[in-house]
């Protein structure tokens, strides 16, 4: 489970704090700040969807014209974290990779000699 923190900007909530599990659901929404009625509901509704789903339902919702909402905070942010960790799981496996063509060429060169 990895837990984020993102910072809001433009809305009445200062923070989003949430978890996604390793196959990027969401586990759980805690909102500092807003609304405390509607982001408790946006919380439940949220849990157990992937962070693509929610990125898409929630992307663009606007809150008395500011351009941006909590909920649209909320899509922001996790679509950044599950970005976040894709590009952390292609580095990993592309270490891992450069680690076992090491020990394949050691391999090679063991049976060379």
């Known amino acids: 489970m990895l837990a984020y923190c993102y910072r809001t900007q433009g809305v009445c909530c200062q923070e989003i704090h949430f978890e996604l599990d390793e196959k990027n659901n969401i586990k759980q929404v805690v909102f500092l700040g807003g609304c405390s009625g509607n982001l408790l509901a946006i919380s439940k509704l949220v ?21 941006t909402s909590c909920a649209d905070q909320l899509a922001r942010a996790v679509k950044e974290a599950a970005e976040a960790e894709k590009q952390k799981k292609m580095e990993e496996a592309a270490e891992n990779s450069k680690k ?14």
């Open 100 to 113: 076992n063509r090491k020990k394949s060429k050691k391999k090679d060169d063991t049976f060379d000699s």
């Open 47 to 67: 849990q157990g969807k992937s962070a693509r789903e929610v990125a898409t339902l929630l992307a663009g919702n606007d809150c008395g014209g500011k351009g």
